[in-house]
């Protein structure tokens, strides 16, 4: 692979499973970042038209716009051989992804009220303000989360956990590291930065976490990434 180039927003999003496939290998791409103020200050045409959504990933010099990022998840675990040993490990490893799915969904109302709706991501200063906090601005959400909906999400994953490792794996899915293990990382990085006494209930998740932070390359990336909320 090379011609590589990852054109998304500062944040993790859904940005951050490709960069993290990637890192984990040592593959050189280029981690476009776009200030959230530049796509949304009528600027968006130098990146693409109005019918452009991001991620827009450029492989071998081709530029790809709308893909879809779970596509690309896919094809980058596949293409650093990061995507299971078998097919039924790639049942458990798209199984993780679900779930990876349903805990955004979770992390982003936190940081976008329907209030704000539309309103919020058009102004500049609002996102230049969200993007120094550190704390939610809907606490709502953010108690409903930390009271309820992250332990229930989290207590699923803590048991398809454990029960993989009654199997003799070692990692999410499997005895390799993998897409299930970075999927399983990001999904629970919000909830890690916002509620960590969540986790203290879930050994199986911390361990999980532990070893994706462990990975030799990709350890470098999670020490020096920028702090973002989502
Ligand atoms: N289903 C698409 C969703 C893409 C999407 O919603 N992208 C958002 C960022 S996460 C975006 O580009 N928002 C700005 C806009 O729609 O103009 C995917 O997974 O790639």
Redesign the pocket.
Known sequence: MNGLKLT??N?R???EIIRMLLYTRKVTFDDFRVPLNF??DGQ?GKIGD?H????IMTINGVEYP?????P?FYYFARECDLYGQSNLERLYIDQFLRYYEDMISLDVPMFVTPELGRKA?IERPFWELMYRKTKPINIDALEKNRKTMYPRMFSYVEKLIVMNAKRGWEFCVGKKFGLADIALHVATQTAFQEAPEVFHKFPGIRAMRSLTEEQKYLKVYLDTRPYTPL
């Open positions: 998304y927003f944040i999003g859904r940005g796509w949304f968006k109005r452009v959504q991001l991620p709308n893909i879809q990022s779970v690309l991501v």
